[in-house]
């Protein structure tokens, strides 16, 4: 099964930025589709690939000094970035 997923990430400290350069840069690393905007950060392919890239890229996040907040969206279908799903 294919999945998109959306996710958002705010780190509580005034040096928010490597955190969230460092996050991404883990993502990218994957073999998971990877499509960034300032706003968010969405992945796309197999459910049980991004679940497994997601937990791996975020325990050194949430295991490091900043607090931080993740807001994370799950759609059941792979949706190439840009592209409107129509209901």
Do not use: H, W
């Amino acid at each position: 099964m294919n999945v998109s997923v959306e996710l958002s990430l705010y780190p509580l400290t005034p040096n928010y930025e490597p955190v969230i350069t460092d996050f991404i840069k883990r993502l990218r690393a994957s073999d998971v589709q990877v499509a960034t905007n300032p706003l968010s950060t969405q992945l796309t392919g197999d459910y049980d690939t991004v679940m497994k890239v997601l937990t791996e890229a975020m325990r050194p996040t949430l295991r490091g000094e900043a607090a931080c907040s993740f807001v994370i969206k799950l759609l059941n279908v792979a949706i190439e970035p840009g592209r409107v799903v129509e209901v």
